[in-house]
């Protein structure tokens, strides 16, 4: 594989590879011995680590014997644990904004000061994103934007500083805020918080890695002030950069004619726009395994440098200036797109190669795809745990490796590799040689899809068999999309309307598109979720695949494929597994850490139910929820529950229901007396939903029982017929009761009960519970203080009293008494808890924050 058609020997390509990938192997090995020894805000300085890799050198270049190259080699991971600290637990931005960390991000809000550049003019705060997104009324009319720092002044006075805060502002800035403008500003700061909940990844490295040193909350408009000094280089930048995606954005704005899917599609293939309008169809997607085909990749750049050289060869031959040409239309498009990771680094990949194409020079393409690697992963050290890094790399590589390979097996016989001459067909007709095309293409995505599986499994959760068919059959489809709409971009950063007219026609072929896609994942098994796989099987997995293919030994292939096969059975295994909570545990509550709002899962047996299932941010329902239940090794869900019909306790049931079955919906009688009298409202929307689905709904009232498990829940509330009261005390309440070798152990669950619904039920609940008194209970309403339900408390003394809820409940002082002698966790501060309830009858409690 050469380019500017010289040629190099096998051992050579294959030695300068080695070296390439090996360098970038240990280099990633050294960012996860990192993050394993001093995850982020800890560890050893980086200092300390390149005095180590130091010393390491020192004895390899010492020793003239075989420990040479191993000692270069962990050099080399010692070096990339150093640059990891360097990169990300020691950045200019986190240092310069030291003195702003606080104990407790869910609490503490300091006031500082800001001025520095908008990087972009404010957008609406509103992120409308969950199946149920359409229905939150959003109060106020907030903007937000990106402020690149310059100076900030807090507590403990003012400095020179660096890095970005995320602004947002309560109210609306009429414009006087543009992308490039200085600005001087005052609000509390938030500090990154830690993750809340199971299978919630932490963002603060993530964030120390871009600069972003957390977010600013600006109540008033007033308190943000444009200042009218010169806006510099930054500012200058940022104002062309702005005019240019504003001219590209409206090209594939979508109107009243365009199919919405269509648009939206589009929208995300030209222009990187993954907003909340593309969730549904972007879930689709994943689930039939062709997500990459949305998002812009170096596949998608590689389309437009095809389309790109296509046009300038019809100029006649330019040689040298053809690579260097389209690689300047690409930069060009680089500036225009928003400037995303995935979207830079397919960039940096496709820039490099076309540059190096322009030399004329003989390379190995697998070697600097290596090298380009070894790059990103220098810029972005974080990028080696993310999975379209992953892929971008490991897929490119296996195409630049394979497809040759396969092309010149589909030509003609070979010696040692090699075509024998005169056995080939050098001027195929034109049916063979598509014929030829096509069955690389079906082969390549074949393969693409194996290799691919075990990461995507590992991180998602998902696995796709009908993913390569999909591949092969909407590939062509997309690339026809791509040309089309470059071209309609072209034209519309010229002539907005020409190319807005041009864009019509574009987007309803991708509308097309999008339902070729949506009826695949309508196939049965067309996808499969479960738990996520261990991330050491992934990295096992795929190894053993590419010495399976690789390996000069036969013996070698056949104990890698013999080894892959022992791993996709243990796979499967786990995967069918009955989910068991453990012999010793008869019960267990999980409360998942989503705000303002509630979702607790209950397990007993083989049986789990959600009860609520949602927050006053709809897209909970999105990755929070679901990511935690499948950390959690939820793999069904027997009955959800909806208490009443308050948006914040279903809003996110609806997209958890995409990625999990769930047998029954069960609900009480306001819930479906408000879907009968507003068809247009959430909660009609929320029973079509599990109707349209075949999802059975069952009412319920005070004295039905149900089994749960090894647990009975015993409903105490609403009474049947109950008129007249506020939705809050139509809430369901459940009494849990589980027999344990202690005696019997007891669970409330009471939701938004308030004093009516309190005062109705707490006697049956004192007659059920007896002398021993509740084990674990509830908080009512999210911790509203509520009179009858501390007396409640005080009445039943529960010894753990679990609250729901967001950060401004935190405060609440009339709790303090109620609280003496009791666990009392709160997500907000404390994180997702989990209370279980042992065989023996002991009653254990743990935060996914502390113990």
């Not at 600005?183 to 909940?197: H, I, T």
């Not at 995967?575 to 019960?587: S, T």
């Not at 069904?636 to 958890?656: E, K, M, N």
């Not at 501060?829 to 924050?849: I, P």
Request: net charge neutral; proline share 5%; hydrophobic share 50%.
């Amino acid at each position: 594989m050469v380019g500017a058609g010289t040629s190099q020997s096998d051992s050579e390509h294959s030695g300068a590879s080695l070296r390439a990938w090996t360098a970038l192997g240990c280099f990633a090995v050294g960012v996860v011995l990192w993050r394993w020894l001093g995850p982020a805000y800890g560890g050893a300085p980086a200092a300390a680590w390149f005095a180590l890799a130091c010393c390491v050198l020192v004895f390899s270049g010492l020793s003239r014997c075989v420990a040479c190259k191993p000692a270069l080699g962990l050099a080399v991971v010692v070096c990339g644990a150093g640059w990891a600290t360097l990169r990300i637990d020691e950045h200019p931005s986190r240092l310069g904004a030291m003195h702003l960390r606080v104990a407790d991000p869910a609490t503490d809000r300091r006031l500082i000061e800001l001025e520095g550049v908008a990087l972009e003019t404010p957008a609406p705060i509103g992120e409308r994103r969950g199946a149920m997104a359409g229905f939150l009324r959003f109060g106020g009319e907030g903007e937000r934007f990106s402020l690149r720092i310059e100076s900030l002044r807090g507590d403990e006075g003012g400095r020179a500083s660096a890095g970005f805060v995320r602004v947002f502002v309560g109210e609306g800035l009429e414009g006087r805020v543009r992308a490039g403008d200085r600005v001087r500003l005052a609000g509390r700061f938030r500090a990154p918080e830690p993750p809340l909940n199971p299978g919630q990844r932490d963002s603060r490295p993530l964030l120390a890695q871009r600069g972003e040193i957390g977010s600013v909350d600006v109540p008033l408009a007033g308190l943000v002030e444009v200042l009218p000094e010169e806006r510099g280089v930054w500012g200058r930048a940022a104002r062309v950069v702005e005019s240019m995606r504003a001219r590209a954005g409206a090209v594939f704005a979508g109107s009243g004619d365009t199919p919405h899917d269509g648009a939206t599609m589009m929208q995300a293939l030209i222009l990187g726009e993954t907003e909340a309008d593309d969730a549904p169809l972007r879930g689709v997607f994943i689930r039939v395994g062709v997500a990459h085909l949305l998002a812009i990749s170096g596949f998608h750049l590689a389309v437009m440098a095809g389309a790109t050289l296509w046009f300038v060869r019809l100029t006649g031959d330019r040689g040298r200036l053809e690579p260097l040409l389209v690689a300047v239309l690409v930069l060009a498009y680089l500036v225009i797109v928003p400037a995303k990771t995935p979207i830079v680094r397919a960039g940096a990949m496709v820039l490099i190669l076309l540059l190096a194409e322009s030399t004329g020079r003989r390379y190995d393409r697998l070697a600097l795809l290596g090298w380009i690697a070894l790059g990103l992963l220098v810029w972005r050290p974080l990028d080696v745990f993310a999975l379209g890094w992953q892929l971008s790399v490991g897929l490119t590589a296996l195409l630049l490796w394979a497809g040759p390979r396969v092309d010149l097996m589909l030509r003609g016989p070979t010696v040692d590799g090699k075509p024998i001459r005169g056995l080939i067909d050098d001027r195929p007709s034109f049916s063979r040689l598509l014929l030829r095309r096509v069955t690389v293409g079906v082969v390549l995505a074949f393969a693409c899809w194996v290799f691919s599986a075990p990461a995507v499994l590992a991180q998602t959760g998902v696995f796709s068999p009908l993913s390569a068919p999909a591949t092969v059959l909407a590939t062509p489809m997309v690339v026809v999309s791509l040309w089309a709409g470059y071209i309609a971009l072209g034209v519309g950063v010229v002539l907005p309307e020409v190319g807005r007219a041009m864009a019509g026609p574009v987007a309803a072929f991708a509308g097309e598109i999008a339902a070729f896609v949506s009826w695949i994942d309508r196939l049965p098994g067309a996808s499969m979720r479960g738990a996520d796989a261990p991330a050491w099987w992934a990295v096992l997995t795929t190894t053993s695949l590419c010495v399976a293919v690789g390996a000069g030994r036969c013996w070698m292939r056949r104990a890698a494929i013999g080894l892959v096969l022992g791993l996709c059975v243990w796979m499967g295994l786990e995967r069918w597994r009955e989910d068991a909570l453990g012999d010793d545990v008869v019960l267990r509550l999980e409360t998942i850490a989503v705000g303002d709002g509630s979702c607790h899962l209950i397990r007993s047996g083989e049986s789990a139910i959600l009860f609520d299932c949602g927050s006053t941010w709809p897209g909970v329902g999105t990755r929070r929820i679901p990511d935690a239940l499948r950390a959690l090794g939820v793999r069904r869900i027997d009955a959800a529950f909806v208490t009443h019909p308050d948006f914040d306790h279903y809003s996110g049931l609806i997209d958890v229901s995409s990625q999990f079955e769930i047998g029954m919906l069960v609900v009480e009688r306001q819930t479906l007396d408000a879907a009968e009298q507003r068809p247009w409202g959430p909660e009609r929307a929320l029973l079509d939903h599990f109707r349209s689905i075949g999802v059975p709904i069952r009412e319920v009232r005070a004295g039905d029982t149900t089994r749960i498990g090894d647990a009975t829940m015993r409903v105490l509330w609403p009474l049947a017929g109950l008129e007249g009261v506020s939705s809050n005390d139509s809430s369901i309440v459940g009494l849990f009761e589980v027999q344990t070798d202690g005696g019997d152990r007891t669970l409330l669950m009471t939701a938004d009960a308030m004093g009516r619904a309190i005062e109705g039920m707490v006697a049956e609940v004192e007659r059920l519970v007896g002398e021993r008194g509740l084990d674990v209970m509830e908080l009512p309403h999210h911790g509203s203080f509520v009179p009858q339900a501390a007396a409640m408390i005080e009445r039943l003394d529960p010894k753990i009293v679990v609250q729901s809820s967001g950060p401004r409940r935190l405060r609440e002082l009339r709790w303090l008494g109620v609280r003496d002698g009791r666990a009392w966790p709160v997500t907000a501060r404390d994180g997702a808890v989990s209370v279980e309830v042992l065989r023996d009858g002991s009653v254990r409690m743990k935060t996914w924050r502390g113990d």
